[in-house]
């Protein structure tokens, strides 16, 4: 059985306000046993997270890390310093991170060989453009993606990642995924999974991301291989992230 897992994305946004709301909130809030909820806020409040979301339960995340483990990198973050601060996940391969900041799949795969060196888990993001989608190239793309990351790591590597997929052309743009394309999409992924180990795939969480909101998720929860989301705009609205975690029980 796997856990739902709700992860919520602030990208470059928030204040340090908003992460005391959250803290409150969510220590007040009373959320189904069976969903792990997880927050992935900017670098400067992942100490002030991890303190304000621990009595509420929820983990907090890291969006990016650097693939070198420390040295003469200015403004970089590495995964040591994440884990210091009692961070649990960090976002890799997130679609703003390929097309903004140029990291393709052999930065991806530095960055997850990164993260599980220093104990992290990574949140291994996958997904097409819209050009991509339109030309039916979604299953090739996103499979290609995952292929890279998995042919890099070692057996036992592999079990440590959680799963995204986020169709780019949904992301932050109100057009969700329907449950069902959403769907054919995760089962791919899982099939892809079994022909590294059975076990893998069954135990791996798929979440999907793009366009979640309180009024979409319980449908798309709803998919046997849909096993929670990546909640982007929605998850700085405390009632509405809320609401979403709720769904997932
Ligand atoms: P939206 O939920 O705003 O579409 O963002 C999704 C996302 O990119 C989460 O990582």
């Not at 180990?197 to 309180?214: C, T, V």
């Amino acid at each position: 059985m796997r856990m739902p897992l709700i992860a919520g994305n602030w990208k470059m946004n928030g204040s340090l306000a908003l992460v005391d709301t959250f803290g409150r909130a969510f220590a007040d809030a009373s959320l189904p046993e069976k969903v792990e909820v997880a927050l992935m806020v900017p670098f400067p409040y992942l100490g002030a997270a991890t303190q304000a979301l621990k009595d509420g339960g929820v983990a907090v995340g890291a969006q990016t890390l650097n693939d070198h483990l420390s040295g003469a990198f200015t403004g970089e973050v590495s995964g040591a310093m994440l884990t210091d601060l009692s961070v649990r996940y960090v976002l890799v391969g997130h679609s703003e991170r390929r097309s903004l900041f140029g990291e393709d799949d052999a930065a991806v795969v530095a960055r997850v060989k990164a993260a599980l060196v220093s104990g992290l888990a990574p949140l291994l993001c996958l997904g097409e453009t819209l050009e991509e989608h339109d030309a039916e190239r979604t299953e090739a793309v996103v499979l290609g993606q995952l292929g890279a990351v998995l042919d890099a790591l070692e057996p036992a590597e592999r079990g440590c990642l959680v799963i995204a997929y986020e169709p780019v052309w949904a992301i932050g743009t109100g057009r969700t995924a329907s449950p069902a394309q959403a769907q054919a999409v995760h089962a791919a992924i899982r099939d892809c999974l079994r022909r590294y180990d059975n076990a893998l795939a069954e135990g791996m969480r798929l979440l999907y991301g793009g366009s979640m909101k309180a009024g979409n998720a319980a449908e798309l929860l709803a998919q046997p291989d849909i096993d929670g989301g990546l909640v982007g705009g929605a998850s700085l609205q405390v009632d509405d992230f809320l609401a979403i975690c709720q769904s997932a029980g």
